[in-house]
C-alpha cells in the first residue's frame, strides 16, 4: 500500500484533490491532515516526484516508507534545540555576555555539517566562562518554551504508551529541567563544569554528538527489548542524522537542507503536531 500524508496551514481541499487525481489515490480527510491512499504501488512515484510536489505546494507532503507500522511504535527520541524546545540553549548562554552572535555562526555552521560538531562545542563553551549558574537558571525560566505543538504531541505519546527520550548536544542542566516538568522517560546531554557557582568554560566528558545520540537510541531499544522499526526520531540539525538514520521513521523538523535530504520525513510547514499522523 502507498500513503501519502499532507499537512499544513496553506493545506487546501482542492489541493489534495488535485494530488489524489493526479496519482489515482484515494483521499481521506481528517481533522488535521489529509492522507492519500492506495493498496498497490503507485507507479512513477519516486523521490524526484515527491521533491517535485514539495516545490509546487506550500504544505508537508510525505510518502510513508512501506516498512513503518504506527501501531508498533514504542519509542519516540527527540533532539532538544530548536526541534522540541524554541531556542538554542547555548546562543541564548551567549546572550547574556555580548557574544550570542559570535556564538550563533559557530552554532549554525555546525548544524549545518560544515563543522565538526565536537570542536564547535568545546570551542562555544570556552566563550562562556565565568557565566553564573543562576543565568542558566534564567534562562530556563525566561526563554526556553516547548515549540508549538510539543504540548499536545506530548499528551498523544503519553496516550499511546509510547516512551519518551530526549537527546541533546546542548546541556544536562536544561534537559533534566524539561524531563522533570514533562515527564520525559529518559535523557542524555553534555554536562557543563561548574565550579563556585560559574562556568569554567569546560564541558565533562564524553561529549555527546552524532555518533552518541544514535548510540543512545541503540542503547534504549536494548533497555526496552524493542527493535529500531518501533522507534521514531525527530532533529534539525547535521548532528541528528545518524540517529534519523538509525530509527524506524527518520523525521526532519524545520532542519537544515544536509538533514532534509537523509530523512524519510521532512516538516516545514508544521509544528509540532505535525508529528501525530505518523503515530
Request: hydrophobic residues 40%; charged residues 20%; contains cysteine.
Amino acid at each position: 500500500m502507498t500513503k501519502i500524508i499532507l499537512q499544513g496551514t496553506k493545506l487546501t481541499l482542492d489541493s489534495a484533490q488535485q494530488i489524489a487525481e493526479k496519482y489515482g489515490m484515494a483521499l481521506n480527510v481528517k481533522s488535521s491532515y489529509y492522507q492519500l491512499h492506495k493498496n498497490t504501488q503507485v507507479l512513477n512515484f519516486n523521490s524526484d516526484s515527491l521533491n517535485d510536489l514539495r516545490a509546487t505546494y506550500p504544505f508537508d507532503i510525505n510518502l510513508l516508507p512501506d516498512s513503518y507500522y504506527p501501531s508498533q511504535v514504542k519509542l519516540f527520541i527527540s533532539d532538544m534545540d530548536s526541534t522540541l524546545i524554541n531556542v538554542e540553549c547555548i546562543d541564548e548562554i551567549a546572550d547574556y555576555i555580548e557574544k550570542k552572535t559570535e556564538v550563533s555562526k559557530i552554532t549554525e555552521s555546525a548544524m549545518r555539517g560544515e563543522l565538526d560538531f565536537k570542536n564547535s562545542l568545546i570551542q562555544r563553551v570556552r566563550l562562556l566562562a565565568g557565566i553564573s549558574e543562576n543565568t542558566l537558571k534564567e534562562i530556563y525560566e525566561t526563554k526556553i518554551n516547548l515549540n508549538s505543538g510539543g504540548k499536545e504531541l506530548l499528551s498523544v505519546l503519553k496516550q499511546k504508551n509510547i516512551k519518551m527520550a530526549l537527546v541533546s548536544g546542548g546541556f544536562t542542566y536544561f534537559t533534566d529541567l524539561l524531563k522533570q516538568k514533562y515527564g520525559l522517560d529518559f535523557t542524555l546531554a553534555n554536562t557543563l563544569e561548574i565550579q563556585n557557582g560559574k562556568l569554567t568554560g569546560e564541558v565533562i566528558p564524553p561529549i555527546v554528538d552524532a555518533s552518541a545520540k544514535a548510540q543512545f537510541l541503540l542503547s534504549l531499544c536494548k533497555e526496552l527489548q524493542i527493535k529500531t522499526n518501533q522507534v521514531i526520531a525527530i532533529g534539525d540539525g547535521a548532528n541528528d542524522l545518524e540517529m534519523l538514520r538509525t530509527a524506524g521513521l527518520g523525521i526532519a523538523y524545520h532542519a537544515k537542507e544536509k538533514v532534509q535530504k537523509g530523512a524519510q520525513i521532512v516538516l516545514n510547514h508544521s509544528n509540532l503536531n505535525g508529528v501525530i499522523p505518523f503515530l
